[in-house]
């Protein structure tokens, strides 16, 4: 694990050397951000806050050590989200099984896309006339596969390890496409009542190479005047998240989980709480109430931000979410509401814009 590390850390270091003196590969703030949206109704419900606590089949995605946790041989979990009143729609599915009893491993499959988007180049033809069946239809989607791994320790006691390889695939109709790769790496502590957890994402930074259909897109390129986009890539920084955790026993039926994590960036300042050049942090707070461990309540606030009014004032916000559960003979469901509130600073309709996420797990032997 050390000599892991190591070499991780000297790879973001040659990456980031290469970036810098050469110019030929540019690291953006926000890269591959569909990969931090989250997955999971009972991890949304509490405002993203997992990295300590998880421990079903969606922990190949939010910690691989948590899957040393999994309740029954054989874990299924499915996720399915409407984003930004349900234009955007983001699912997930995972399948993770115990190899022994010191390791794991889980399978997961993200997409998040935008569908049914008119390409309307061809509308008008050559006469001038309109011709509504020339409007042709296109999706922008990005995919993620993860393959995870998660073993035991032997020298702590209590202490589990787990990483991540992501295949990334990113597609904009017939216009673009790009393939990347990327490590991600997690561990967990149990200590009595108290669950530790850190998670560290594009470890190795994750490398994404883009490439364009210049043919499809030359015509209105010219038509606007812009330069042809050429073939590029983009590199994503390392990400690091620290969580915490703690039970309470409420009665005999009763019981209450208060967890938090804190997401460091490292690739400029942000809109979060504490932003910097050097390092960015971002809190995200989240409480489950169980009863029976059969039903559950859960809560969180996260994606604390600043905005800017019409009149120039400065106001603070921050998103509230909310979510209930069920579990029953290894059979889950769980529903989340994200930003319930339909009041925005800048609002100019009073339209909902919550997102709902609906999941399901199964655990069998």
Same mark, same amino acid.
């Given at each position: 694990?050390? $000599?892991?590390?190591?070499?991780?850390?000297?790879?973001?270091?040659?990456?980031?050397?290469?970036? +810098?003196?050469? /110019?030929?590969?540019?690291?953006?703030?926000?890269?591959?951000?569909?990969? +931090?949206? /989250?997955?999971?109704?009972? #991890?949304?419900?509490?405002?993203?806050?997992?990295?300590?606590?998880?421990?079903?089949?969606?922990?190949?995605?939010? @910690?691989?050590?948590?899957?040393?946790?999994?309740?029954? $041989?054989?874990?299924?979990?499915?996720?399915?989200?409407?984003?930004?009143?349900?234009?955007? $729609?983001?699912?997930?599915?995972?399948?993770?099984?115990?190899?022994?009893?010191?390791?794991?491993?889980?399978?997961?499959?993200?997409?998040?896309?935008?569908?049914?988007?008119?390409?309307? =180049? =061809?509308?008008? @033809?050559?006469?001038?006339?309109?011709?509504?069946?020339?409007?042709?239809?296109?999706?922008?989607?990005?995919?993620?596969?993860?393959?995870?791994? #998660?073993?035991?320790? %032997?020298?702590?006691?209590?202490?589990?390890?787990?990483?991540?390889?992501?295949? &990334?695939?990113?597609?904009? /109709?017939?216009? #673009?496409?790009?393939?990347?790769?990327?490590?991600?790496?997690?561990?967990?502590?149990?200590?009595?009542?108290?669950?530790?957890?850190?998670?560290?994402?594009?470890?190795?930074?994750?490398?994404?190479?883009?490439?364009? +259909?210049?043919?499809?897109?030359?015509?209105?390129?010219?038509?606007?005047? @812009?330069?042809?986009?050429? %073939?590029?890539?983009?590199?994503?920084?390392?990400?690091?998240?620290?969580?915490?955790?703690?039970?309470?026993?409420?009665?005999?039926?009763?019981?209450?989980?208060?967890?938090?994590?804190?997401?460091?960036?490292?690739?400029?300042?942000? %809109?979060?709480?504490?932003?910097?050049?050097?390092?960015?942090?971002?809190?995200?707070?989240?409480?489950?109430?169980?009863? #029976? +461990?059969?039903?559950?309540?859960?809560?969180?606030?996260?994606?604390?931000?600043?905005?800017?009014?019409?009149?120039?004032?400065?106001?603070?916000?921050?998103?509230?979410?909310?979510?209930?559960?069920?579990?029953?003979?290894?059979?889950?469901?769980?529903?989340?509401?994200?930003?319930?509130?339909?009041?925005?600073? @800048?609002? &100019?309709?009073?339209?909902?814009?919550?997102?709902?996420?609906?999941?399901?797990?199964?655990?069998?032997?």
């Amino acid at each position: 694990m050390y $000599k892991f590390t190591l070499y991780s850390l000297l790879t973001v270091f040659l990456l980031a050397f290469s970036v +810098n003196a050469q /110019g030929q590969v540019s690291a953006p703030k926000y890269s591959n951000e569909f990969l +931090n949206v /989250g997955v999971g109704a009972r #991890a949304l419900g509490m405002g993203n806050v997992q990295v300590a606590i998880t421990s079903d089949a969606t922990s190949g995605y939010w @910690n691989p050590a948590g899957l040393l946790l999994l309740p029954d $041989k054989y874990n299924i979990a499915l996720m399915h989200s409407e984003l930004f009143a349900g234009i955007a $729609k983001n699912d997930f599915g995972a399948f993770a099984m115990p190899l022994d009893s010191s390791s794991a491993l889980a399978v997961s499959v993200i997409r998040l896309g935008v569908d049914d988007i008119a390409d309307t =180049r =061809r509308l008008q @033809n050559e006469f001038g006339y309109i011709q509504y069946d020339s409007v042709r239809f296109f999706s922008v989607a990005d995919y993620a596969v993860l393959l995870s791994y #998660a073993r035991r320790s %032997n020298l702590i006691q209590g202490l589990q390890l787990g990483a991540s390889a992501k295949i &990334i695939y990113r597609n904009v /109709g017939d216009f #673009a496409n790009a393939w990347g790769f990327g490590i991600d790496a997690g561990a967990q502590l149990e200590h009595r009542d108290w669950r530790f957890g850190v998670m560290a994402k594009d470890i190795t930074t994750t490398f994404t190479a883009w490439s364009h +259909n210049v043919e499809e897109l030359e015509d209105a390129y010219a038509q606007t005047g @812009n330069d042809l986009p050429e %073939n590029s890539a983009e590199l994503t920084l390392p990400r690091i998240i620290l969580g915490a955790a703690r039970s309470f026993k409420i009665n005999e039926k009763f019981t209450a989980l208060v967890s938090s994590d804190i997401d460091l960036t490292f690739d400029g300042k942000r %809109n979060v709480l504490l932003g910097s050049d050097l390092v960015s942090v971002d809190p995200h707070l989240g409480v489950e109430v169980a009863y #029976a +461990n059969s039903v559950f309540i859960r809560g969180g606030l996260s994606n604390y931000q600043q905005t800017t009014r019409f009149d120039g004032s400065k106001a603070s916000q921050v998103q509230p979410n909310f979510g209930v559960g069920f579990v029953s003979n290894g059979f889950s469901l769980d529903l989340a509401l994200s930003r319930m509130s339909d009041r925005e600073t @800048n609002s &100019i309709t009073n339209a909902s814009v919550s997102s709902v996420i609906v999941s399901m797990g199964y655990s069998f032997k």
